[in-house]
């Protein structure tokens, strides 16, 4: 028999079956390498093919990929569903963004997206919430709900960090939520932080009705994470923050297992996700890390600001709309909109973004003239400008906070 060679992987007359996981990627072939034999390499490597014709007989499974499309610089790779280990997200990603990414066969390749069949998607849990979290944490569905992040984002004593908590609360926004580098250090130790804060929360839930609560960032090594966890929960807070691409995936799925039991919700913060997704011919598209993400099952997710804030996006709406699609009986995702936000920027994220959301502003918050306090107020009047139908720049009016921080920023 002919074996497995790097040309059996085409076959443009190949239909998917419905158990197939189907993969788009955009490819620029070597040169003098063809966009067919670089396509078939691509699901040749990817699934159980090797750079050497094999010569075996067969005994043995066929778990190879076909690549059944090619458009121009697109292509579409069918993998079989038996190819990948129930549950098992890093597996899948040592397939279908494993040792392609490094392919001499092409000088670039990016998996733009996945169609995830429910022979897979069955393995993983999901969401335990998703956007529920808005209406079984906070009790409101009519409107975004609102995050701060205290800045400077390291540095601040656990008293000051808390305090900080206490007058965004008091102003209006729903969660404390620390930044991305901020965990265990000794400035700010995380079992202090987090008894402190949540002692803040108590008050600021008295003396404004609302319910409040806090994204402590658990993000470290697994066992110690699963220790923050456990001390989140036992000492009441509804919440954790995971940073899911520095600390992986198979710490992504052990945290979930563990808020299960808990019923805790999982905020993602997707530091160093431009690493794999901002160049836009090479790498893994933030849609197939959303995709990832709520497999694995996350509740909240960092999805950008619709090109509004001070970071570079994908298409926001996009991958927004994917993760509150259908994906047989998954619960969606709750997008959280956040970097260089501010209040005069609400009703364009709110207009193309829709109010199904968290909305995160640490400086548009804490940079405000009058404060924290005030810029929290600020934000919130915002949202609910936006809510109440009225021009953001007539609700200032009546509203002095706002008026304050849209004569400092504007709104643009
Ligand atoms: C935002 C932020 C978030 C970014 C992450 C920061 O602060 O806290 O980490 O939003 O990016 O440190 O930059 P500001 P993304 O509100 O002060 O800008 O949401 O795109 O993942
Ligand atoms: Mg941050």
Same mark, same amino acid.
């Given at each position: ?14 239909? @998917? ?18 966009? %067919? ?17 094999? $010569? ?55 998996? %733009? ?22 209406? %079984? ?12 992040? @205290? ?28 930044? &991305? ?14 008894? %402190? ?69 999982? $905020? ?11 160049? @836009?011919? $090479? ?37 927004? &709309? ?43 918050? $804490? ?46």
């Amino acid at each position: 028999m002919s074996g497995i060679s790097y040309e059996d992987f085409l076959d443009l007359s190949y239909t @998917p079956t419905e158990t197939d996981l189907v993969c788009t990627f955009r490819i620029d072939p070597a040169e003098e390498m063809s966009m %067919e034999a670089a396509a078939s390499r691509v699901a040749s490597e990817s699934s159980n093919g090797t750079w050497a014709p094999l $010569h075996i007989d067969d005994t043995f499974t066929d778990m190879g990929a076909t690549t059944f499309a090619i458009d121009g610089d697109t292509i579409q790779v069918a993998y079989p569903s038996g190819l990948f280990e129930p549950g098992n997200m890093p597996q899948v990603l040592s397939c279908i963004a494993g040792n392609i990414m490094g392919m001499k066969a092409v000088d670039t390749i990016r998996l %733009e997206d996945c169609e995830w069949p429910e022979a897979i998607v069955e393995g993983y849990p999901g969401p335990q919430f998703g956007s529920g979290v808005r209406r %079984e944490i906070f009790g409101v569905d009519d409107r975004p709900i609102l995050a701060t992040v @205290p800045k400077p984002k390291v540095g601040l004593s656990t008293e000051r960090h808390a305090e900080v908590g206490y007058e965004a609360w008091i102003g209006g926004v729903d969660l404390l939520k620390d930044d &991305e580098n901020l965990t265990d250090q000794s400035f700010n130790p995380y079992s202090d932080r987090l008894t %402190e804060s949540l002692a803040m929360r108590d008050e600021a839930e008295d003396e404004t009705g609302e319910k409040k609560s806090y994204l402590v960032n658990v993000t470290a090594e697994t066992n110690e994470m699963l220790e923050r966890v456990d001390e989140a929960a036992s000492l009441g807070n509804e919440y954790v923050m995971v940073d899911v691409v520095t600390c992986g995936w198979a710490a992504v799925q052990t945290v979930r297992e563990r808020c299960e039991e808990l019923g805790l919700a999982i $905020h993602a913060h997707r530091a160093m996700h431009a690493a794999f997704d901002r160049l @836009p011919d $090479h790498g893994v598209s933030m849609r197939v890390i959303a995709q990832v993400a709520r497999l694995c099952g996350v509740d909240q997710l960092h999805t950008g600001t619709v090109g509004l804030g001070k970071l570079a996006n994908e298409d926001t709406v996009g991958i927004n &709309e994917w993760l509150r699609s259908e994906l047989y009986g998954l619960n969606d995702v709750l997008p959280t909109a956040s970097g260089g936000l501010h209040p005069g920027l609400v009703p364009q994220l709110m207009d193309a973004a829709g109010d199904n959301l968290c909305i995160q502003a640490g400086g548009g918050i $804490h940079g405000h003239p009058d404060g924290t306090r005030a810029g929290a107020a600020a934000l919130r009047q915002a949202v609910d400008s936006v809510t109440e139908d009225v021009p953001i720049e007539v609700y200032a009016q009546g509203h002095s906070e706002l008026a304050t921080a849209l004569e400092k920023w504007g709104t643009e």
